[in-house]
């Protein structure tokens, strides 16, 4: 075996393993597998499955996901840009299955970062509903906004706050709620070394400690009768069984849900936690044999990485004077094409206009705002099939649609307030490249088809001026053909383009674009 375990973490893993020890640490021989996840906001499986130019094999916990050989390299080919499929882990995408996200629901992924769960749970969202999608480390929620709209999402929210401090503004909210913890890492050392060189003998009790409270801030979002599912990506009893037993002893309503996988996950390790782990509180009996019914994905076991996974449900009782945050979301049917501005506050004002440190006048700011909302209804009603759904808020000159209104995020720190759709500034909206990557290609105005056996794709992914004849451009019904191009790849969006006089000037943004050899 070529990786380097620490000592420490072997003799542990020996001590809770036992006799099955020789076959966990014979599967550190084994390559890491990998997969890619069909992003079914912008394509079916069966479609996927037609147009992979890969061999694809089933992961067996989750529907959309695909096993991908080794050698294959997915992220270098123009569908992955066009944000068909998402490249994960198998064990990671587990998670998300045992939630159970419907259509319409409020969920939050409470650790997003960089965005693999999120774009799992928008998909099953099918754009109703709303997610909020929160990390605290702000280069991390970066990549998770770049996430959400490379795979077009456009009911997501992205904060980067303290679990708590989301609590105390969302109470008793969500339906669902994803706590995918940070931890040790220790399901990660065959995928990733870095992992095996940070770990110490005391990791795992620092992060049970930040899971615990972020746990608990996560019951008190979450609705009467909803579920939560805990999970991390490592072995330790401490974060993990001890975690949950500790979390059930001390929130009454909650319990355990058992995962059905036909034997794919093994159950819950509790007896090496009763002897080994210290436990600050009594655990009855019962809860231990809850936390029995809470699932690990063994490397040995499984194809995948080390997980650990706990379906957590509410009762549906509720507690005593609950305080309820009431908030009506924005539907396609009721809010379709509401236009709100966010100039209530003064930090809004600050962003709207005037200098530094000092703030505009409230009719100036009225009127910049009403200016910009004109601009962007006006191309919205030109360009676009439909009117997009929420509520319409702008910082500064960029323009957003929100499943909330913009109250509701007040005093938190919001990275993104829902689809960034462009900004409007002097009379004029200049769409945002995540508009396009959220749109079908009969939802714009102009379209123009690529291919990727051509070779066209991939200039226009690495920012190239296309020569493109006019009657290669497919617009509405009295549309002049001159103004912003859709672009499509094999039929799906991946970007705007300008076009005049045979030239589409490229409009694929510098950072997004395309570097592979």
């Known amino acids: 075996m070529a990786l380097q375990l620490p000592a420490a973490f072997e003799e542990r893993m020996k001590s809770l393993l036992q006799e099955h020890y020789d076959r966990f640490i014979a599967s550190y021989d084994h390559n890491p597998y990998s997969g890619i996840r069909v992003n079914t906001l912008k394509i079916s499986v069966e479609d996927m499955l037609a147009l992979s130019p890969w061999p694809l094999k089933p992961i067996p916990w989750c529907p959309t996901g695909f096993y991908t050989e080794t050698g294959e390299r997915p992220g270098r080919h123009p ?10 882990e198998p064990s990671a995408m587990a998670p998300v299955e045992l939630l159970d996200v419907q259509p319409g629901e409020r969920v939050l992924d409470l650790c997003a970062a960089p965005g693999g769960k999120s774009t799992q749970i928008a ?3 099918k754009g109703q509903g709303m997610l909020i999608s929160n990390d605290l480390n702000s280069e991390r929620t970066k990549a998770l906004a770049k996430n959400l709209e490379l795979y077009g999402v456009r009911n997501g929210i992205v904060l980067q706050e ?35 060189r940070q770990w110490t003998v005391d990791s795992p009790a620092k992060y049970a400690a930040m899971q615990r409270d972020i746990l608990k801030s996560a019951a008190a979002m979450l609705k009467p009768g909803g579920r939560m599912v805990y999970s991390t990506c490592t072995f330790s009893p401490e974060e993990n069984e001890a975690i949950i ?3 059930l002893t001390s929130h009454e309503h909650f319990h355990v849900l058992a995962p059905t996988q036909n034997g794919l996950f093994a159950k819950g390790e509790t007896a090496w936690v009763r002897e080994n ?11 231990w044999e809850q936390t029995e019914h809470t699932a690990r994905l063994w490397p040995h076991l499984i194809e995948g990485e080390g997980h650990y996974l706990a379906v957590l449900q509410h009762d549906g009782t509720e507690e005593n004077e609950p305080r309820v945050l009431t908030i009506t979301s924005a539907s396609r049917d009721s809010q379709e094409g509401r236009l709100r501005s966010k ?9 709207s206009g005037g200098k530094k440190g000092k703030a505009p006048s409230k009719s100036s700011v009225v009127d910049q705002t009403t200016g910009q909302l004109e601009a962007y209804e006006q191309f919205i009603n030109s360009h676009l099939s439909f009117k997009p759904a929420g509520y319409t808020i702008v910082y500064g000159q960029h323009i957003y649609q929100s499943p909330l209104p913009s109250d509701a995020l007040d005093g938190l720190k919001v990275v993104r307030p829902g689809w960034y759709t462009g900004d409007a500034k002097n009379g004029r909206f200049i769409p945002g490249h995540p508009l ?7 939802e714009f105005c102009r379209v123009l088809h ?6 066209e794709a991939v200039h226009y992914l690495k920012g190239e001026t296309l020569n493109v004849d006019s009657e290669r451009i497919t617009c509405f019904e009295g549309i002049n053909v001159k103004g912003y191009v859709l672009v499509c790849i094999d039929g799906y969006s991946a970007g705007f383009g300008k076009w005049q006089d045979g030239f589409l000037k490229n409009e694929y943004p510098a950072g997004w674009r395309w570097t592979s050899v």
Do not use: W
Not at 163 to 178: H, N, Q, T, V, Y
Not at 277 to 287: S, V
Not at 343 to 351: I, K, L, Q
């Open 343 to 351: 100039d209530n506050t003064r930090s809004e004002r600050v962003r």
């Open 436 to 442: 396009a990557t959220a749109l079908n290609s009969h």
């Open 123 to 125: 998909a099953k969202l």
């Open 245 to 247: 037993a500790e979390f």
């Open 450 to 455: 690529l291919s990727t056996e051509t070779g």
């Open 277 to 287: 782990a210290e436990i600050d509180q009594a655990i009855p009996e019962g809860i």
């Open 162 to 196: 303290h679990p708590d401090r989301i609590a105390g503004k969302f109470p008793s909210f969500f339906d669902k709620i994803l706590v995918d913890a940070p931890c040790s890492g220790e399901g990660m050392f065959r995928k990733d070394e870095d992992m095996v």
């Open 79 to 88: 569908y992955y840009h066009a944000g068909l499929y998402y490249i994960q």
